[in-house]
């Protein structure tokens, strides 16, 4: 019974994330939104936008959506939203972009534990060696607020920022090796990213 409502969930889920990809209205990937309004506009036809879609998204799939799905047996958004951006730029009405994104859905749920037994069955490592290839993706996560400081507060505070966040990547790996670092980053990037900004706009308010 759980299985089932699993599938529902997920089916309507991918659809509705591939309906809206069809309908101009959100993609998960930020390359595919500034060539939709060329499709809206009729610049561009489908076919065209399917293919940049497709160049645009098929990396991230196999290096970190199946790598991470296959090793972790977790669904993640690059496995299931990145396709569904390609099913709905592609479709040619929504009722087609709504049932491939659903049939999309159900396929990564389905197939997830047999392939996953399968290759565990190997004599080979496969699935260590797959989640190796998301690791620097994942770690290049943790760069993205360091790069949000460097543009909008300068080198400055974006230096101070990276010392924290080195520090605190030191700290993890040291006395906290059952965490993950990069999450950690993230998290204190981020923390770094909305603090500094808070204390701008406060500065920026009383000089005005």
Same mark, same amino acid.
């Given at each position: 019974m759980d299985?089932?409502?699993?599938?529902?969930?997920?089916?309507?889920? @991918?659809?509705?994330?591939?309906? &809206? +990809?069809?309908? /101009?209205?959100?993609? %998960?990937?930020?390359?595919?939104?500034?060539?939709?309004?060329?499709?809206?506009?009729?610049?561009?036809?489908?076919?065209?936008?399917?293919?940049?879609?497709?160049?645009?998204?098929?990396?991230f799939v196999a290096s970190v959506g199946i790598s991470f799905t296959l090793k972790t047996g977790l669904l993640n958004a690059w496995l299931l939203f990145?396709? @569904?951006?390609?099913?709905?730029? &592609? +479709?040619?009405? /929504?009722?087609?972009? %709504?049932?491939l994104g659903a049939i999309w859905g159900v396929l990564i749920l389905t197939c997830l534990l047999p392939v996953n037994q399968l290759l565990t069955a190997l004599p080979v490592d496969v699935l260590g060696s797959l989640g190796e290839l998301s690791s620097p993706v994942v770690s290049a996560?943790?760069?993205?607020?360091?790069?949000?400081?460097?543009?909008?507060?300068?080198?400055?505070?974006?230096?101070? +920022?990276a010392v924290v966040v080195l520090m605190t990547r030191v700290v993890v790996v040291r006395y906290f090796p059952h965490l993950n670092p990069e999450s950690i980053e993230i998290f204190i990037g981020m923390v770094m990213l909305l603090g500094i900004a808070i204390t701008h706009d406060l500065r920026h308010r009383d000089e005005n």
């Open positions: 299985l089932y409502i699993q599938i529902i969930v997920v089916a309507c889920l @991918t659809g509705m994330t591939s309906l &809206l +990809a069809h309908r /101009s209205a959100a993609v %998960f990937h930020d390359g595919i939104r500034p060539i939709l309004p060329q499709l809206i506009e009729g610049y561009m036809n489908r076919r065209e936008a399917g293919s940049i879609a497709f160049g645009l998204s098929i990396g990145l396709p @569904t951006d390609i099913l709905g730029v &592609l +479709a040619i009405n /929504s009722l087609m972009a %709504f049932g996560f943790a760069l993205f607020p360091l790069v949000a400081i460097f543009y909008q507060f300068g080198w400055k505070q974006s230096l101070i +920022a």
